[in-house]
């Protein structure tokens, strides 16, 4: 082996190493939440999940955030109304897929915002999607918060319907999420 | 190929495929405390109990046992089953309504009516419990929740109390009670027509 190709490849475990030196942080779940709000022909609905669990990884010391992952449980969401739940979760298939994933590890920081290109992981499909978010810096957390939508039948979802009509095509995310920094 | 050499390409390798692992590892470290989703809900009515509770007739018949598979199949046979009770909903709605009328033609000395009456009469009564039967021994929901407040599911199945109680007395008390008959039959209807409009989406 040449020393030019040692001298590479030791460059990229170097550089791989120093991803080690990571630090996490953990998402507050008492704080943080993902609502979605879905329309029909009749009226609106909201429904909230407070149980969202997410970790971060940064490199120490550094203003950049390497990886972001958030996992959620479709059982969680509450619309505080028992029937529409236990439907939703009939439609979503959640004894198939009973959980929602998002990673992304391409994470731009701005000034006061947050381009997130990560990828969903929701029934059964994979997509990419871009976030943007606010985000507030703290010494004690990171908080971000932002909007999003996605398109029921890109994830192979068929739509409920409520007096032989169907509910509109679109979910749109709300969401607050709190990382305590340790 | 030196001992070195080969020594340093194991290393190379073996962390370039543990870095590969970042993602999944990310998601092992969230400290999910993975419920399993349970296959029935907390509560359920006694009809459904009876045929597809954790010892109901289903299970113990051995037709259905409990497991993720069947649930998902009980799933599929619910929602066609709550789709009929809402059609069929509709239909005897329509029929209440032109009960009524005949009903009221009749209290008014047109007479010519009654045989008429009796037949949408009967025909309501039976696409009435046809539907409360698809519901109530429709496959159990996965989760039964208790909401805060007045929802519109707490709404339709008050309302069904009363409805159900009115249609058994509009029956019972349709030859021996005429002034009764018509109150139950009034109530009947009142309740019925808010329990189909208050259920929401």
Redesign the interface.
């Known amino acids: 082996m040449s020393n030019k190709l040692k001298i590479a490849c030791s460059f990229i475990l170097f550089f791989n190493l120093s991803f080690a030196q990571n630090i996490n942080w953990k998402l507050r779940e008492s704080e943080s939440f993902i609502s979605y709000q879905a329309k029909h022909l009749l009226h609106p609905w909201k429904g909230v999940n407070k149980n969202v669990r997410g970790i971060v990884s940064k490199v120490d010391n550094e203003k950049k955030i390497n990886e972001l992952a958030i996992l959620i449980l479709v059982k969680d969401f509450d619309s505080n109304n028992t029937g529409r739940d236990a439907h939703a979760l009939e439609a979503l298939e959640v004894l198939s897929y009973p959980e929602v994933r998002f990673y992304s590890n391409s994470i731009e920081l701005n000034v006061d915002s947050v381009n997130i290109h990560g990828t969903f992981d929701f029934h059964g499909v994979t997509k990419n999607q871009t976030i943007i978010a606010e985000y507030v810096e703290d010494i004690e957390k990171w908080k971000i918060k932002g909007n999003f939508t996605l398109k029921l039948t890109d994830y192979n979802m068929e739509l409920p319907s409520f007096m032989m009509i169907k509910m509109e095509d679109f979910l749109n995310f709300e969401f607050e999420l709190i990382f305590d920094k340790y | ?2 001992r070195s ?1 080969l020594l ?2 194991i ?2 390798l073996l ?2 495929l543990m ?1 590969g692992q ?2 999944e590892s ?2 092992n ?4 405390e993975v419920t399993n ?1 349970e296959l029935l ?1 907390s509560s359920m009515i006694f009809t459904q109990r009876f045929l597809w509770g954790e010892r109901g007739l289903m299970r113990k018949s051995n037709i259905l046992p409990l497991t ?1 598979e069947n ?2 199949k009980e ?1 599929q046979i ?2 066609k089953m709550l789709i009929a009770h ?1 059609v069929i909903g509709y239909v005897t709605l329509v029929g209440m309504i032109a009960e009524g009328i005949l009903g009221t033609k009749l209290y008014n000395g047109q007479h010519n009516y009654k045989d008429t009456h009796v037949v949408i009469g009967n025909i309501t009564t039976a696409s009435y419990f046809t539907g409360a039967g698809l519901s109530l021994f429709a496959p159990p ?9 007045l ?3 707490k709404a ?1 199945k008050w309302l069904a109390t009363v409805h159900f109680s009115a249609m058994i007395a509009t029956n019972v008390l349709s030859e021996s009670n005429k002034k009764h008959h018509r109150a139950a039959s009034y109530t009947l209807f009142g309740s019925y027509a808010l329990a189909v409009l208050s259920f ?2």
């Open positions: 190929m030196k050499n340093f390409i290393c190379f962390i370039q870095m970042q993602k990310l998601f470290q969230i400290e999910l989703q809900p993720i649930r998902k799933l619910r929602r809402q929901p996965l989760i039964s929740r208790k909401n805060k407040g929802t519109s599911i339709h929401k989406f």
